[in-house]
């Protein structure tokens, strides 16, 4: 069973749309991310959602919302898309004591 | 908050070599240090990890020792084979449960 999933696995879209990924995870744990991986393969944390409790780094554009509708689930709205908006965005979560954190198959943003 | 350096950012090495990856972490509470490895195309997934309580980890050909004096981490691969080829992270993470990577070392084995 595949333990953090998301959707797409590759978005190609229009400059100035909205967009949706979904991720959703089976592991029961509390704590979900949001992570953008540019061309250099920099791991950029975006968002993380822990209890309801959500922490942006505030270097992302207010573009980007994160929503959960459950404990299970955390998705990414993208409004306006920008060309700089390509990327790979990883969703990934963790729980326990342990810290590990499990990343999704990641999804491959193009903007032309 | 924490700052995580990592180096070098490419490692190229021959098959059979060791090759050495170094981090520093600028956060004395941090306590917990997990070594991903990124294969092209793939997940981030965890190799292996430290806590701040042990200075030194092995699991088969890999290992990672940690200096919490010098704030500084380091993940050893021994006998490498192509298949070792990937992006590896390091990270750092302290009393906020959310982790610090470093930039990534692309290590490339040539067999």
């Known amino acids: 069973d595949t333990a953090v999933s998301q959707t797409p696995k590759y978005l190609v879209t229009q400059m100035g749309n909205d967009k949706s990924i979904k991720c959703e995870q089976n592991l029961g744990h509390d704590t979900m991310y949001w992570y953008k991986q540019d061309s250099k393969k920099f791991l950029k944390i975006m968002f993380s959602?822990?209890?309801?409790?959500?922490?942006i780094n505030e270097t992302v554009p207010n573009r980007f919302s994160p929503k959960s509708p459950d404990k299970a689930h955390l998705n990414l709205h993208i409004n306006s898309l920008e060309l700089g908006d390509s990327a790979v965005y990883f969703c990934?979560?963790?729980?326990?004591?342990?810290?590990?954190?499990?990343f999704g198959p990641g999804t491959r943003l193009t903007v032309l | 908050g924490e700052n995580v350096e990592q180096h070098p950012s490419t490692l190229s090495v021959q098959e059979g070599d060791s090759a050495v990856i170094k981090c520093t972490y600028s956060d004395s509470a941090s306590n917990y240090f997990p070594w991903y490895k990124q294969e092209l195309g793939k997940r981030p997934q965890l190799i292996i990890d430290i806590r701040s309580n042990v200075g030194e980890k092995k699991d088969q050909r890999i290992a990672v020792t940690l200096n919490k004096t010098a704030k500084h981490f380091s993940l050893h691969i021994t006998e490498t084979q192509p298949e070792d080829s990937a992006v590896y992270f390091c990270?750092?993470?302290?009393?906020?449960?959310?982790?610090?990577f470093g930039r990534g070392t692309s290590l490339i084995v040539h067999p």
């Open positions: 990934a979560s963790s729980g326990g004591t342990s810290g590990e954190q499990f």
């Open positions: 990270a750092a993470r302290g009393g906020s449960y959310i982790p610090t």
């Open positions: 959602y822990n209890n309801k409790e959500l922490i």
